[in-house]
């Protein structure tokens, strides 16, 4: 089984930055795709980037398309989630993910972080 933690979260001003890490352990041969998701209060938890194998593939979603860029480091079983230009609609908690499908649903990913509390202040 694989195993995810985040780090990286905190209080930034609207337009600031952030990078967010994921260290995965275990049986990380499995986590093919590997995923960033959010949740903020009252709203499901949503798509926000997710990444091949190879790092050759990456996917976001519009909301963040050119201000977020998700990356893999496989030698030490890391995932990147940089978050530049940052606004307080991305308040949330992020999840990273894994899973063998890359698709942008929740329920394609079988293995979740804690999560880590994201809040941008204007």
């Known amino acids: 089984q694989v195993q995810l933690v985040e780090s990286g979260g905190g209080l930034v001003q609207t337009g600031g930055s952030l990078r967010l890490s994921c260290a995965a352990s275990g049986r990380t041969s499995r986590s093919g795709v590997m995923g960033w998701f959010r949740q903020a209060p009252g709203k499901e938890r949503e798509f926000v980037a997710a990444?091949?194998?190879?790092?050759?593939?990456?996917l976001y979603a519009d909301s963040v398309k050119g201000r977020f860029t998700i990356s893999r480091d496989n030698t030490k079983n890391m995932v990147y989630l940089q978050m530049n230009s940052l606004k307080s609609e991305d308040t949330a908690v992020y999840y990273c993910?894994?899973?063998?499908?890359?698709?942008?649903?929740?329920?394609?990913?079988?293995?979740w972080g804690q999560g880590t509390q994201v809040t941008v202040s204007s």
């Open positions: 990444i091949g194998w190879s790092g050759g593939v990456t």
């Open positions: 993910a894994a899973g063998p499908r890359f698709l942008t649903g929740p329920t394609a990913y079988d293995v």
